[in-house]
């Protein structure tokens, strides 16, 4: 297996522009998560989802964020306008919806927007 | 809401010693996982080791090793003959039921020669 695959694997944008990051789960899991980076904060949750359905978006900094996942192989996360500080390294992960077992992360998305 | 602190933003430790990294958690819950991941400057996230809050035996998984203290709520990582490649964030991890995770802010770890 390929494992998680993120697009893009860079990002530069200018403020106020709408940004996509995209987000292919390894198959056969079926909770997908979306993690953003950055020194001062951390590794935070933004949301995840169980078999396609949001389950806990509280992580969600504000309502230019936004997260979809359509079907099982594929979710998005839209910023819309961007702001200089969205700039952050964003990861999708996966894993079975069985309790415990491991997050496999993708490489990230580094998102620079000036 | 489950917090997970780490409070040692950055440790360093001799080529071959051992070493140990801190971790605390805050929960209501009696079901639940830990882990620790490593990312190295390559920025890859890389699964450690894990354990379950119902067994009560530590997890080994070659050098690493955890202590779990369920009653104080702790999860420390040591890393025995500490080699070069070890450096990295390690961060703590938290999971409880439906699969929430949520990480610490991250231990520097520099392995020096």
């Known amino acids: 297996d390929a494992g998680v695959i993120q697009s893009p694997r860079h990002e530069v944008t200018e403020m106020g522009q709408e940004v996509t990051l995209r987000c292919k789960p390894i198959?056969?899991?079926?909770?997908l998560f979306w993690y953003r980076q950055t020194m001062m904060r951390g590794l935070e949750l933004l949301i995840y989802f169980n078999n396609n359905v949001p389950i806990d978006d509280s992580g969600m900094p504000e309502d230019r964020f936004s997260a979809k996942m359509p079907n099982a192989s594929f979710s998005t996360l839209k910023i819309q306008p961007s702001e200089p500080r969205d700039s952050a390294v964003y990861f999708c992960a996966s894993s079975f919806y069985r309790g415990g077992t491991e997050a496999f992360f993708g490489q990230g998305t580094r998102l620079t927007v000036v | 809401a489950q917090t997970v602190t780490q409070s040692q933003p950055e440790m360093s430790v001799q080529e071959a010693e051992t070493v140990t990294l801190s971790c605390t958690y805050d929960?209501?819950?009696?079901?639940?996982?830990l882990f620790w991941y490593k990312q190295p400057p390559s920025r890859q996230m890389i699964l450690v080791i894990r354990?379950?809050?119902?067994?009560?035996q530590n997890a080994t998984e070659n050098r690493f090793s955890v202590n779990f203290q369920k009653a104080a709520k702790s999860f420390s990582l040591k890393i025995s003959d500490s080699q070069l490649g070890d450096t990295a964030m390690y961060f703590c991890a938290f999971m409880k039921r439906y699969n929430d995770m949520r990480f610490g802010a991250g231990t520097r770890l520099t392995v020096k020669p």
């Open positions: 354990q379950e809050a119902y067994k009560q």
């Open positions: 929960t209501s819950e009696n079901n639940y996982y």
């Open positions: 198959s056969g899991h079926n909770s």
